[in-house]
């Protein structure tokens, strides 16, 4: 069974730009939520999709956007980039309503 | 609106003492309840659960958990703790009927040979 993967692992963007991070689930899993963990705190919660649709959304603006693809993946968008996105971005599949499994997570530095 | 409180940031411990990392949670409604660990410059891996059923829960690694209500905690302990413990601990709530994960802001286990 393969786990939750993430990519890229590492990326560096300058402020303004925009950047795409990806998630690709678990086997059997068809729902994904998306986290932001700055640097010294715990994870805040971004926003979760099911069977492609939005279900649910953290106190983030609309810059951060996202999309789930029929075979469950997702994507994380991010854009005109800000100083404090800086940090590391997971990404966790489960199925819905059940436990949240987490990939390796995204980190991303805004110079 | 849940939240979640782990009030100890560091926890020192000596190899192979016992260790017990606090969580307490606050919430209007029933919840799950969750343990994950992050080790360094990696992601989160589930440590243990509460869903229902006893109040003690088992889970990897030998640690261990238990759910008061009336007190509303989740402590999470382990007998004897060894160097490879070390990591940040996070405590986590969801309510029932939500997908989302509220986390507290960790704990950080150091383990002192």
């Known amino acids: 069974e393969t786990g939750v993967t993430q990519s890229p692992t590492h990326l560096i963007k300058t402020r303004g730009q925009q950047v795409t991070l990806r998630c690709s689930s678990q086997s059997g899993h068809n729902t994904v939520s998306w986290y932001q963990q700055a640097l010294g705190q715990g994870p805040q919660f971004i926003f979760q999709y099911y069977r492609e649709e939005e279900n649910g959304r953290g106190n983030f603006p609309p810059r951060f956007s996202g999309l789930q693809f029929p075979n469950y993946s997702s994507e994380l968008n991010v854009n005109a980039l800000e100083l404090d996105d800086s940090a590391l971005y997971l990404c966790a599949s489960s199925f819905r309503g059940e436990t949240q499994y987490f990939g390796p997570g995204t980190r991303l530095l805004v110079l | ?113």
Not at chain 2, 21 to 36: D, E, I, K, M, P
Not at chain 2, 71 to 95: G, N
Request: glycine letters at 6%; charged letters at 15%; hydrophobic letters at 35%.
């Open chain 2, 1 to 113: 609106a849940q939240s979640v409180t782990q009030l100890d940031s560091q926890v020192p411990v000596f190899e192979e003492a016992p260790v017990e990392l606090r969580c307490n949670y606050s919430s209007s409604v029933s919840v799950y309840l969750f343990w994950y660990v992050q080790y360094p410059n990696q992601g989160l891996q589930l440590l243990l659960k509460y869903l229902s059923g006893s109040t003690l829960v088992k889970g990897i690694n030998g640690f261990e958990a238990e759910f008061n209500k009336s007190q509303t905690s989740f402590h999470l302990r382990k007998p004897s703790v060894h160097i490879s413990d070390t990591a940040e601990y996070f405590c986590a709530v969801i309510d029932f009927g939500n997908e989302k994960l509220t986390f507290g802001t960790g704990t950080r286990l150091t383990i002192i040979p």
